[in-house]
């Protein structure tokens, strides 16, 4: 009561003061309410596939638009972790395609976005996400900010490359109304760069990142060591990057990730709800640990840099306990810095350890792996020892690893070399890649069901890994990652019954506007009539 009284004999605001003063901020606060609901008359616009990539579970057309413009803002779930975020990260990216400039969780507008906590929106899948679109609102409804971020690439790929100026004074960008129910249909959905072969820069991995996200990938893995280079600072021990950091195929300067800029990577991926899977190959692909420190080498032969493109050649010393010590360290060291629960200790082609040299490293690394808190991961060779079927084996190579897989309960992420591999050559006549495995086309990439390969309950995901033996930089890496890592991001959210190449193909060729935009120099195939600049006005239409 006291600092009541206190500011009435301050201010000497009697009564009737207070009355006059409640009244007129009760007249100009009426007056100063959003303006009153906007008619604007859209044209018949159905809310369609066109232009989405993955395609969702189920789409309802309500025939009518939703106007994205000045008079938009938005608004998020506060209070829980990641939602406010995703509304910032949506509001950026509507700024960079429309020039917007979107207010975020301030006063309501004309029409709102609206960015919802719901359990169980679409399914009881985590990345769920359930999109309800009126003439004055979006709702996003996700369990989580991971589905939450999964929505509003959904949204991103709804707005139209062109503005309407005729519906309103101001333009318009028209989004149009229905329903979205959606959800991935398996857990593991990544991408794999081969940081080894040929360095790539932070700035490279987070551009990738930022068009894999668009995509609704998970994961990104780095390939972070082989016979060429070492890739990541390992602070107990140093000579891996001073030594083993400095070369690369075809001999250039090589490089290597601080630990602080490894972290920036792991948070660019956070801030996408993209996990980074880190892989340190052993115990083949060794080479450039065993060259910066040599008791590792079991090979027996001299070492020196490598800068060929063979492989299966080398191989840790199995059988002493300082190498697995050594391990223990780098293990430490990168799942300290790793928030994901992976750990990828690669195991393939280790042509040159002994059967039982090798079954008896991959047990052992598995329970160092075990041991810093993480799950293991390997190629599908790993599936030949006696390991967890907490651990999950990566088929690249041989049905027979993943049934062995099977038998053991593993969980298995499909990368079939002859239709995931992003550094398979297009055709005879593509600039970069190799064809060991095929040539893969890109309606080979898309045209092929998981399912096929093992019942559904045993996948856990698909990767499409780009190897980079013959590319080494940005824009040798989108000439083959693009566009068939965007097929490979349907086959891992959007189920069979949904998926269909004539009508992919259209959807596929619509995104020239976004991947022009990123500046992503994708492989141009014959097989798409990719859509022109002049064409951006029609395609809206189309919709
Ligand atoms: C691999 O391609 N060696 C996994």
Known sequence: MKPFKLIFTEKKITTINLVITCFLFLVFSACSKPEKKRIIN????????????????????????????????????????????????????????????????????????????????????????????????????????????????????????????????????????????????????????????????????????????????????????????????????????????????????????????????????????????????????????????????????????????????????????????????????ISALTPGPYFHIGGDESHVTKKEDYVYFVERVEKIVQKHGKRMIGWDEVATANVDATSVAQWWASKENAEKALAKNMKVILSPANKAYLDMKYDTLSEYGLHWAAYIPVDTAYIWNPESYLPKKNILGIEAPLWTETVSNMEELAYLAFPRAIGYAELGWTIQENRDWENYKVRLANQTFYLDRMNIKYYPSALIDWKKQEDREATDLMD
């Open 42 to 333: 859209f044209p018949e616009t159905d809310l369609a596939a066109e232009h989405l990539i993955p395609k969702p579970l189920k789409i309802v057309s309500s025939k009518n638009g939703f106007p994205l413009d000045a008079f938009t803002s938005i608004h998020t779930a506060t209070g829980l972790e990641g939602f406010t975020e995703v509304g910032m990260f949506l509001a950026e990216k509507i700024k960079a395609k429309t020039g917007l400039n979107l207010p975020v969780n301030k006063n309501k507008t004309a029409s709102i976005i609206s960015i919802n906590q719901v359990d169980g929106a679409s399914t009881d899948n985590p990345e769920g996400y359930q999109l309800i679109i009126t003439a004055d609102s979006i709702l996003l409804n996700a369990p989580t900010a991971a589905g939450a971020f999964r929505g509003i690439q959904t949204i991103r790929q709804l707005i139209p490359e062109t503005s309407d100026k005729t519906l309103a004074k101001n333009e318009i960008w028209v989004i149009p109304t229905g329903s979205i129910n959606d959800a991935p249909q398996f857990e593991y959905r990544g991408a794999m760069l081969d940081v080894s072969r040929h360095f790539f820069s932070v700035a490279d991995v987070k551009k990738f990142m930022d068009v894999l996200a668009y995509y609704k990938y998970n994961t990104l893995h780095l390939h972070l060591s082989d016979d060429q280079g070492w890739r990541i600072e390992i602070k107990s021990w140093p000579k891996l990057t001073e030594i083993g950091g400095r070369s690369e195929v075809g001999g250039k300067s090589g490089g290597f990730y601080t630990q602080e800029e490894y972290t920036e990577i792991v948070n660019y991926g956070l801030a996408r709800h993209i996990t980074i899977v880190p892989e340190i190959d052993m115990p083949g692909h060794t080479n450039a640990a065993s060259f910066s420190y040599p008791f590792l080498n079991g090979n027996g032969k001299k070492l020196e840099y490598y800068e060929g493109t063979k492989v299966g050649f080398s191989t840790f010393d199995t059988r002493k306990d300082t190498v697995y010590a050594f391990i223990d360290d780098v293990v430490r060291e």
